[in-house]
C-alpha cells in the first residue's frame, strides 16, 4: 500500500477551483501529528518546485505564484493533507506531488487549466 495517496486533480477552466487530497494510509495517528507537508507543482518542462508547506507546528507557507490563492490544510484527525486551489491559472497546470517529511513522496496528480 502507498504511503502517500493524493487525488482530487482534474481538468479545470481559467478561475476554477480544485481541492487535492494527500492521505496517509499506513500512517500511525501520532506519527502523522508531528509530520511536515508540502505540495509541489511540477510543471510541463519544468522542474518540480514548492508551491505550499504546512509544518506540525502549523507554521505555514506558500510559494509567491499562489498566495491568496491557494490554502494547504492538515487534518489530524483523518490523516489528510489538502491543496484548496482557488482561481486558477494556465500556469497552474501540472503534476501535483504531495511530500511528507515521515512518508515521502505520492504519485502526483494531474492538474489541467485550460485558457
Known amino acids: 500500500q502507498a504511503r502517500l495517496v493524493e487525488s482530487g486533480g482534474g481538468l479545470v477552466q481559467a478561475g476554477g477551483s480544485l481541492k487535492l487530497s494527500c492521505t496517509t494510509p499506513?500512517?500511525?495517528?501520532?506519527?502523522?501529528?508531528?509530520?511536515?507537508f508540502g505540495w509541489y507543482l511540477e510543471a510541463p518542462g519544468k522542474q518540480r518546485r514548492l508551491v505550499a508547506s504546512?509544518?506540525?507546528?502549523?507554521?505555514?507557507d506558500y510559494a509567491d505564484s499562489v498566495k491568496g490563492r491557494f490554502t494547504i490544510s492538515k487534518d489530524n484527525n483523518r490523516r489528510a493533507a489538502y491543496l484548496t486551489m482557488n482561481n486558477l491559472k494556465p500556469e497552474d497546470t501540472g503534476v501535483y506531488y504531495c511530500?511528507?517529511?515521515?512518508?515521502?513522496w505520492g504519485q502526483g496528480t494531474q492538474v489541467t487549466v485550460s485558457s
Open positions: 511530500h511528507s517529511r515521515v512518508q515521502g
Open positions: 504546512i509544518t506540525s507546528g502549523g507554521t505555514i
Open positions: 499506513r500512517a500511525i495517528l501520532s506519527t502523522f501529528w508531528g509530520d511536515d
